[in-house]
């Protein structure tokens, strides 16, 4: 009998979809309500990228598509949400690589200070190509990456997610006298991930690279669209 959960592909199509939401609501809608809804997304991404670096037999090829991705994605990505090719801006793909890289890089010890200062050329690297979520989706995916085996794993992993969101700030919405971050929403991705059952519910190459290749293939559609 297969493991109840989630299955890997389960948690992307939940990734895929709510990011689909949050930018058709970022190009097309003036309201939030997509926006929140599209919060789900990104950690969801970062708790998969963690759980593939751990699992991975081939890292390099795991980077691989993690390039393609990010170099299929910044033309559609710069056209789409800025009008224009801008050097100052870098999708989330590319935030994505630079936190398998850095978990990579991390890999080699299990010095919980070293593992820090080896995080910092990375977070750096990442505010200084401008990616999406920036040096704190590097953070986030470390965060789940360094809890995975940890005792209380859950709860340091809600209220590391609790914060770094708090932290990110950006745009908010009026919730009756307070005003909260939209980021805070992203702390709802934790009941699907902690829904995970760890299982894959297929082994085709095919069905893994249509996951990749569904961020630069809907920006593109969008793209069209507008």
Not at 12 to 37: E, N, P, Q, W, Y
Not at 44 to 52: K, P, R, S, T
Not at 55 to 84: I, Q
Request: hydrophobic fraction near 55%; proline fraction near 4%; aromatic fraction near 12%.
């Amino acid at each position: 009998m297969g493991k109840k959960g989630l299955s890997q592909e389960g948690l992307k199509i939940i990734a895929c979809v709510t990011m689909l939401l949050d930018h058709i609501g970022a190009v097309f809608c003036s309201g939030v309500g997509l926006r929140i809804v599209g919060r789900l997304a990104f950690p969801i991404y970062c708790f998969l990228l963690a759980e593939g670096v751990c699992h991975t037999k081939n890292p390099k090829k795991y980077a691989l598509r993690l390039l393609v991705g990010a170099l299929l994605s910044e033309l559609p990505f710069d056209l789409l949400f800025f009008g224009e090719i801008t050097p100052a801006h870098s999708s989330v793909m590319v935030t994505l690589l630079i936190g398998f890289l850095y978990l990579w890089a991390a890999k080699g010890t299990d010095r919980a200070g070293l593992k820090v200062l080896l995080a910092i050329p990375f977070v750096l690297l990442a505010e200084l190509l401008g990616s999406d979520y920036g040096g704190a989706g590097v953070v986030m995916i470390a965060l789940f990456a360094f809890t995975r085996e940890v005792p209380h794993s859950r709860l340091i992993q809600a209220a590391g997610l609790t914060a770094l969101c708090w932290l990110m700030g950006g745009m908010t919405v009026r919730i009756g006298a307070f005003r909260l971050p939209v980021e805070m929403f992203a702390v709802a991705a934790l009941i699907p991930i902690f829904c995970y059952s760890g299982r894959k519910a297929t082994a085709s190459r095919a069905v893994q690279w249509i996951f990749y290749l569904f961020y630069p293939a809907h920006l593109t559609a969008l793209l069209l669209i507008q």
